[in-house]
């Protein structure tokens, strides 16, 4: 069993907001896209900014999940793409836009680029394993550090570094 990450990066949803606006500058320079694709449900916030930002209005979800908190199990696709959507792609993906919140081990972006060879797939995190399997990223952060999303936190007191 693989030990857990040792370090954590908290993202505030101001943060967020700002890396998935920074994305979206590289994304503008790519596209145009046809729709996009919402890795769920970590990719469902991003892709909302996102399509806010590239006036994209056709959205669909790849749903997948692996992880029981920090530990991956198997990956088990809930749900595919839609018949239209594959469609607008041309059964490759061409022209259709992938996002998610992050890249880790990448074996989440390698099932759905096996889906979709052609599409272009973006995420706002990265880590050194998963970066390979994406287009266009934000931020990189190291293997053993855990990424803290919004969704999943609250303000919450800290000890002092020092006691
Ligand atoms: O690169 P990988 O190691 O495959 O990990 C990345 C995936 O893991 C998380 O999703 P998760 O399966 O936890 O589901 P969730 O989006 O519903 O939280 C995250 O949102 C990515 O989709
Ligand atoms: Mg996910």
């Known amino acids: 069993m693989t030990a857990p990450p040792e370090?954590?990066?908290?993202?505030?949803?101001?943060?967020?907001?700002?890396?998935?606006?920074?994305?979206?500058w590289r994304l503008n320079e790519v596209g145009p896209f046809h729709a996009i694709i919402a890795i769920t449900r970590g990719g469902l916030v991003p892709a909302a900014i996102v399509a806010r930002e590239l006036g994209i209005r056709i959205i669909d979800t790849v749903c997948?999940?692996?992880?029981?908190?920090?530990?991956?199990g198997d990956l088990n696709v809930l749900k595919g793409v839609s018949t239209e959507v594959a469609k607008l792609g041309g059964g490759s993906g061409k022209g259709l836009l992938i996002v998610d919140d992050l890249v880790d081990t990448g074996k989440t972006g390698r099932l759905v680029r096996s889906m979709m060879p052609d599409a272009h797939f973006a995420a706002v995190y990265a880590k050194p394993q998963g970066k390979p399997l994406v287009d266009t990223f934000i931020t990189e952060v190291s293997q053993d550090t855990w990424i803290h999303f919004p969704w999943?936190?609250?303000?919450?007191?800290?000890?002092?570094?020092?006691?």
């Open 64 to 72: 997948i999940a692996s992880y029981d908190h920090t530990r991956q």
């Open 152 to 163: 999943d936190t609250a303000l919450s007191f800290q000890p002092p570094i020092r006691p």
């Open 7 to 24: 370090k954590a990066f908290p993202v505030s949803w101001d943060q967020f907001h700002r890396d998935c606006r920074a994305l979206t």
